[in-house]
């Protein structure tokens, strides 16, 4: 089953044969398959933003890209044998950070951002994290990052005090667009994470790291409720997160985030979100049991957009 959404993306659901359903966004094709680089004055071209973005891609990529989709369709399948039950951690959290993009000149600038989120809302830590990276605009509306994030994550287990460091490294493109009076950002990020092995029994560090891949696709819309800018818009986001690594066994579609909210503006260069994150996330198990975390969140982000360039004098 698949829909068109307005900015040119196929969702397609699909179910393996393990029961588990998959989210997947695709091109939405209307004409026959040819080279993107042949299309991209072509009417079809207004359907899919990142057309101009990656015009020199032949449509090799919209078969890798449906290859990653079949693969993590199927990855279930190859533990289903082992699979006898599943388990379901509903939990309560607050999420809140500062999101700061600074720009120097007309083609650089730098991203920082810092993160808290807790569970039971904000009783129980669950991790802390902070990341910096490179801007570069190739347009006033396209921008291509690469950065570092570091996370401590808290302990699971009552009575342990053992943070787990994550060392990430991350790759990212980012477009923003409108249909009519509604702004769309589409961003995909790639990222490479190290994980730090804990021995839950003993509240220790095993001096190991979990290495994985993750890719992440976010879909965002922000819509106006009012003709005043200065009052808040609605908030519609979601975000699909895969995963590949030597080490992820069942788990290949790692976590989804659907956000329902509004934006607020402050100042010309300060604003925030406010609203309720369902977040989703299959967990690594090395049991015959599946465990998933439903984790019904609060989130609060704001969002620093200074500019620093030199004005020209009149």
């Given at each position: 089953?698949?829909?068109?959404?307005?900015?040119?993306?196929?969702?397609?659901?699909?179910?393996?044969?393990?029961?588990?359903?998959?989210?997947?966004?695709?091109?939405?094709?209307?004409?026959?398959?040819?080279?993107?680089?042949?299309?991209?004055?072509?009417?079809?071209?207004?359907?899919?933003?990142?057309?101009?973005?990656?015009?020199?891609?032949?449509?090799?990529?919209?078969?890798?890209?449906?290859?990653?989709?079949?693969?993590?369709?199927?990855?279930?399948?190859?533990?289903?044998?082992?699979?006898?039950?599943?388990?379901?951690?509903?939990?309560?959290?607050?999420?809140?950070?500062?999101?700061s993009t600074q720009r120097f000149t007309n083609k650089w600038g730098i991203v920082a951002d810092?993160?808290?989120?807790?569970?039971?809302?904000?009783?129980?830590?669950?991790?802390?994290?902070?990341?910096?990276?490179?801007?570069?605009?190739?347009?006033?509306?396209?921008?291509?990052?690469?950065?570092?994030?570091?996370?401590?994550?808290?302990?699971?287990?009552?009575?342990?005090?053992?943070?787990?460091?994550?060392?990430?490294?991350?790759?990212?493109?980012?477009?923003?667009?409108?249909?009519?009076?509604?702004?769309?950002?589409?961003?995909?990020?790639?990222?490479?994470?190290?994980?730090?092995?804990?021995?839950?029994?003993?509240?220790?560090?095993?001096?190991?790291?979990?290495?994985?891949?993750?890719?992440?696709?976010?879909?965002?819309?922000?819509?106006?409720?009012?003709?005043?800018?200065?009052?808040?818009?609605?908030?519609?986001?979601?975000?699909?997160?895969?995963?590949?690594?030597?080490?992820?066994?069942?788990?290949?579609?790692?976590?989804?985030?659907?956000?329902?909210?509004?934006?607020?503006?402050?100042?010309?260069?300060?604003?925030?979100?406010?609203?309720?994150m369902l977040l989703f996330q299959e967990k690594a198990s090395t049991t015959k049991t599946v465990?998933?975390?439903?984790?019904?969140?609060?989130?609060?982000?704001?969002?620093?957009?200074?500019?620093?360039?030199?004005?020209?004098?009149?």
């Amino acid at each position: 089953m698949a829909a068109i959404v307005p900015a040119g993306l196929a969702v397609v659901l699909a179910q393996s044969p393990c029961g588990c359903w998959a989210v997947g966004y695709l091109p939405a094709i209307r004409q026959p398959l040819v080279s993107i680089s042949t299309v991209s004055n072509s009417p079809w071209s207004l359907y899919n933003p990142f057309v101009g973005l990656f015009k020199t891609y032949s449509m090799n990529v919209t078969k890798y890209v449906l290859w990653v989709g079949l693969v993590a369709w199927l990855a279930p399948v190859v533990s289903i044998a082992q699979i006898t039950d599943k388990q379901v951690n509903t939990q309560s959290q607050s999420w809140v950070s500062l999101n700061s993009t600074q720009r120097f000149t007309n083609k650089w600038g730098i991203v920082a951002d810092v993160h808290y989120r807790a569970n039971h809302l904000f009783t129980d830590p669950n991790f802390y994290f902070a990341r910096l990276g490179v801007n570069y605009w190739l347009k006033d509306n396209i921008t291509f990052t690469l950065g570092y994030g570091h996370m401590w994550v808290a302990p699971t287990k009552t009575g342990n005090h053992t943070y787990a460091n994550e060392n990430r490294l991350y790759q990212q493109a980012q477009m923003t667009s409108k249909i009519g009076k509604i702004n769309v950002l589409q961003r995909l990020r790639n990222e490479q994470r190290w994980q730090e092995k804990i021995d839950a029994k003993g509240d220790t560090s095993l001096h190991a790291n979990k290495f994985t891949n993750r890719v992440r696709y976010l879909l965002s819309y922000t819509i106006p409720l009012f003709r005043n800018p200065h009052y808040p818009s609605l908030v519609l986001a979601d975000e699909l997160c895969i995963q590949f690594g030597k080490e992820v066994l069942i788990n290949t579609f790692e976590q989804n985030r659907v956000f329902v909210g509004i934006k607020q503006p402050i100042n010309k260069h300060l604003a925030f979100d406010l609203g309720y994150m369902l977040l989703f996330q299959e967990k690594a198990s090395t049991t015959k049991t599946v465990v998933y975390d439903n984790n019904q969140t609060f989130r609060w982000f704001f969002y620093f957009t200074p500019d620093f360039r030199c004005k020209k004098k009149a």
